[in-house]
């Protein structure tokens, strides 16, 4: 078996929530009907209202929708490519040499430049190496 043929273990991707849900707790207050009753204090008849009041539990269950799903790799020095024409199912049993053949290697996601001092790659905006320390003048 050749080291191109071996196939990697991929981590399960990350899937998208299909469902999203809260809970919430509301009083409510509901008029039945209007009489008239004896006003303890003076005894005079007051009109008057029925009411019923409680609390009601809402369940929200709101769907998430998920579209334009890609399927990236991420190398460890920063890059990253997209990699195309292969279903998730297909990634997941993938071995390297087709993964290789459906990858496109986009633009985005490059190191700027280098750590002068170790190596590390650095975005444009870092003012000191995240890994080892040492400034950066830029
Ligand atoms: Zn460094």
């Not at 080291?3 to 929530?17: D, Q, T, Y």
């Not at 409680?54 to 790799?73: C, D, H």
């Amino acid at each position: 078996m050749s080291p191109e043929k071996k196939n990697i273990r991929i981590p399960p991707l990350k899937g998208a929530e299909r469902m999203f849900f809260m809970i919430a707790v509301l009083p409510f207050a509901k008029s039945l009907t209007r009489v008239f009753l004896t006003f303890p204090p003076d005894g005079s008849l007051q009109e008057a209202e029925i009411a019923e009041t409680g609390s009601r539990l809402i369940l929200f269950f709101i769907p998430v929708f998920t579209f334009q799903k890609q399927y990236e790799v991420r190398f460890s020095n920063g890059c990253s490519g997209q990699i195309e024409g292969l279903s998730k199912s297909e990634i997941l049993q993938a071995n390297r040499q087709l993964l290789e053949e459906h990858l496109v290697i986009r633009q985005t996601g490059f190191p700027v430049s280098n750590c002068p001092h170790c190596g590390y790659p650095l975005d444009q905006d870092f003012e000191y190496c995240p890994k080892c320390g040492t400034p950066l003048n830029r």
